[in-house]
């Protein structure tokens, strides 16, 4: 399983 | 980046554009709550810790530039400009923001994605921003006369939200492994503050009067 996190939001 | 959360950014771009304006030009603050200002400078300061350890995208760097700086500038204004200061109604802007800031804190030590340190703060400022617009309500309440750009201002503010919620869901649909319920949660409770604002705007702009809450 990817680490998958997003944080590319403003 | 779709188009619902590029004109979420850009609204909220336009909301700081038109509360610098107000503060930068009139030399003016009246009717804007610099307990709101001040919960946005640590709302921003704590999210966008990451510029120091990720890069996405030039426009997300400078976006989150523009965003550290115009809050930070906003309140230095509101509390150490002479002319601005004098206009900030003081007697007025009464509600305990400190109060906000521990419990949300503790919540983001409860309930996170992930225990580390970036990851709690980002969360905090995530239950933060959600209630940090609440001393700019009250004071919108508690003021009789409130100048179309504060009212702008905080129109803009709650659209760039809305505009997020609509940016979730087409990201929920699009792209597999996008589940984020901290945020949408938040989010949502965010929005949701807004609407009596909302109602009572939309009202004053379908009848051409000017912005007045009840109290």
């Not at chain 2, 204004?77 to 503790?106: A, G, N």
């Not at chain 2, 239950?127 to 617009?133: D, F, Q, R």
Request: charge should be neutral; glycine fraction near 4%.
């Amino acid at each position: 399983e990817e680490d998958y996190f997003d944080h590319d939001e403003l | 980046m779709n188009i619902f959360r590029l004109a979420g950014d850009m609204t909220h771009l336009a909301s700081v554009l038109v509360l610098l304006l107000k503060i930068h030009t009139i030399k003016s603050c009246a009717g804007v709550s610099l307990k709101t200002q001040e919960l946005y400078a640590i709302v921003f300061a704590t999210r966008y810790l990451d510029i120091f350890t990720s890069f996405y995208s030039i426009y997300n760097t400078l976006m989150k530039l523009v965003f550290l700086g115009s809050s930070f500038s906003i309140v230095l204004y509101m509390k150490y400009h002479k002319t601005v200061h004098r206009s900030y109604d003081r007697e007025q802007d009464t509600f305990r923001h400190w109060f906000l800031v521990l419990p949300c804190l503790l919540l983001a030590l409860l309930i996170h994605e992930k225990f580390t340190f970036l990851e709690v703060l980002w969360t905090f400022s995530l239950y933060l921003e959600a209630v940090a617009i609440l001393p700019q309500l009250v004071l919108l309440q508690r003021t009789r006369n409130i100048d179309n750009l504060t009212g702008q201002y905080v129109f803009l503010l709650g659209g760039y939200r809305g505009l997020y919620i609509l940016n979730w869901i087409y990201r929920y649909f699009t792209e597999p492994h996008f589940v984020h319920w901290i945020t949408w949660i938040s989010g949502l409770v965010q929005t949701l503050l807004y609407a009596d604002f909302f109602f009572y705007y939309s009202q004053s702009w379908k009848n051409n009067k000017k912005l007045q809450l009840p109290a």
